[in-house]
């Protein structure tokens, strides 16, 4: 699962679909600025997305590492009093 949510949230793969989709749309003749609209909003949207995405992650280890500190102080704490 975490490796498609990494896969999902690459801003290579989404300018590539935004890529696809407005030579799609080219293609079939819409209007130009339709395209550039469509195109500039999925960028904005997989952007925002890894941005979601990777201070999630960031915040994730953080506590983790916060909860690690607080484990060896508490360790350190029950070692003090048996000495």
Do not use: C, Q
Request: proline share 0%; charged share 25%; aromatic share 4%.
């Amino acid at each position: 699962m975490g490796e498609l949510v990494r896969k999902l949230s690459s801003r290579k793969l989404w300018a590539a679909v935004a890529g696809i989709v407005a030579g799609l749309a080219m293609v079939f003749g819409l209007d130009e600025n339709v395209i550039s609209t469509a195109a500039g909003a999925v960028v904005t949207i997989a952007s925002v997305i890894t941005y979601i995405v990777t201070e999630g992650k960031v915040d994730t280890e953080s506590v983790g590492r916060a909860a690690e500190a607080a484990r060896d102080a508490a360790d350190a704490l029950r070692n003090a009093g048996k000495e």
